[in-house]
Each structure stands twice: as structure tokens, then as C-alpha cells.
């Protein structure tokens, strides 16, 4: 699937990845967890290609489409919810409004960004990510902004996900993930070798 081969990024001092390796599997669930600032947000971005690592590789990355949603919504502000998702579908509209009423926006589909709540956008962001036909699922904290039983239900959906595509999730919310996750990596305790930790 994805392999990352001795992974090197700094921000000017800062020394963000040093050494990393590891090789994702090909399904179901993967965590990479560690507190903010420990670079789980760079090393999805290098995974994707959208950040270049100072040295090392990642290989099989140009053969896959990712799917993915990031911490900030990254929504089209002159478009609605509806059109938000529908964007990547290329006209599937009922699609786009089934994935909105999954993730319990039903009331909310011709709404703005600007008059949706934080928790609100965060779910048309991921409705977007699940609408692309991609072949990995890459989620930068998904679960911001929602209350515990959202959390629950939106993983649902996910470890469902997870039976046809790899999930790989960057995020702190280890309590919530480690049962259902099949690895999962701490980022903070990297030094010169990944450190798997399998629930």
C-alpha cells in the first residue's frame, strides 16, 4: 500500500520527523496518534504529496486517489452544504444529499458554511471525503467539534467504511479509537524507528 522509507522533515530548527518508516496496510482502520505539534498533520500531508520531505520516500503513493478531509473544513464558501459534496461527485446529487443525511445534516443541505456551526462543517468536510471515489481515506482529526455520542456514531460509519478502503486517521482521541483501530503509531514516541502499538 503505502510505504514510508526514512521520512526527514524540519521546519527551520524544528525537527518535526526524524528517520520515520512505516508501512501502512492495505485495510482497515490505522491510527497515528500524539499530542499537537508532534507532526501528525506534516506526515499526512507527505503521505498525500502535498508536502515534499526534506529526504526519504514514500512509495506507492503515486499509484493511489486520496480521499481526505483536514482539521480546518476547507469548504467552498459560496457554495451550500449540498454543493460542498456534491463538487467531487460531478452531478450525483442524490448521492451527495444521502451522505449529508447520514451524517445528520438532512435540515442543513442548503445551508451555507458561514451559517453552519464548527461541528456542522467539520461533517459536510468528511460527507466530501466519503463522496470521493478515492482508493485511501486520509481523516486530519475528524472528530472536532462533536459531542461524544457523534463521535461514536460518525466511527461507525467509518470502521464501515474501512471494509472496502484503508482508513488512516491522524488523531488525539486514543480513548475513543483504540478499540477499533488495527494499528495504531505514536508519533511522540518516534526517535529512530516507528513504535506500533496494536490494540
Known sequence: MIRCVNINKSFGKKVVLNAFSYHFHSQGIQTITGPSGCGKTTLARIIMGLEKPDSGVVEGQRALR???????????????????????????QSSAR?????????????????????????????????????????????????????????????????QKMPVIIFSHEVSLLQKVSATFLRLDYYTNGSEELTS
Open 98 to 162: 444521502d451522505l449529508l443525511e447520514m451524517l445528520r445534516l438532512e435540515n442543513s443541505i442548503h445551508q451555507y458554511p458561514h451559517e453552519l456551526s464548527s461541528g456542522m462543517k467539520q461533517r459536510v468536510s468528511l460527507a466530501r471525503a466519503l463522496a470521493y471515489d478515492g482508493d485511501i481515506l486520509v481523516l486530519d482529526e475528524p472528530f472536532r467539534g462533536f459531542d461524544d455520542e457523534l463521535k461514536q456514531y460518525v466511527l461507525s460509519l467509518l470502521m464501515e467504511r474501512s
Open 66 to 92: 486520496f480521499s481526505a478531509a483536514f482539521p480546518e473544513d476547507r469548504l467552498i464558501p459560496t457554495m451550500t452544504a449540498l454543493e460542498n459534496v456534491n463538487y467531487p461527485l460531478r452531478g450525483s
